[in-house]
């Protein structure tokens, strides 16, 4: 079982940067693309930032766009989201994703970390 754990969420204060990090433990790592989704208490899980296998292509939420940034590390089977200029709307549970197509789609993505918390207080 393929196994994502992610770290790096915490309190910060608005206009503070944090850089979460998901250790694949799956050989594959690099055949899979990646996602960062959250979710906040009461509201749906939301894709923040994807990125393919190859980290080629990248996409955001029209929210993030500009603030946040997805990279990966295949050598590492790392990926990372770097989160600049955080806002009090980000504060949610951060959960990192695998999939083995292309995908904006929640269910789609195979394997899920634990999720890790940032909050930010305004």
């Known amino acids: 079982q393929e196994q994502l754990v992610e770290s790096g969420g915490g309190l910060v204060q608005a206009g503070d940067s944090l850089r979460l990090s998901c250790v694949v433990s799956e050989r594959t790592f690099s055949s899979a693309h990646m996602a960062w989704f959250r979710q906040a208490p009461g509201k749906e899980r939301e894709l923040v930032a994807r990125?393919?296998?190859?980290?080629?292509?990248?996409d955001y939420h029209y929210s993030v766009r500009g603030r946040f940034t997805i990279a990966r590390d295949n050598a590492k089977k790392a990926v990372y989201l770097q989160m600049n200029n955080l806002k009090s709307e980000d504060t949610a549970k951060y959960y990192c994703a695998a999939a083995g197509t292309w995908t904006v789609l929640a269910r789609n993505y195979e394997s899920w970390g634990q999720g890790t918390q940032v909050t930010v207080s305004s």
């Open positions: 990125i393919s296998r190859s980290g080629d292509s990248t």
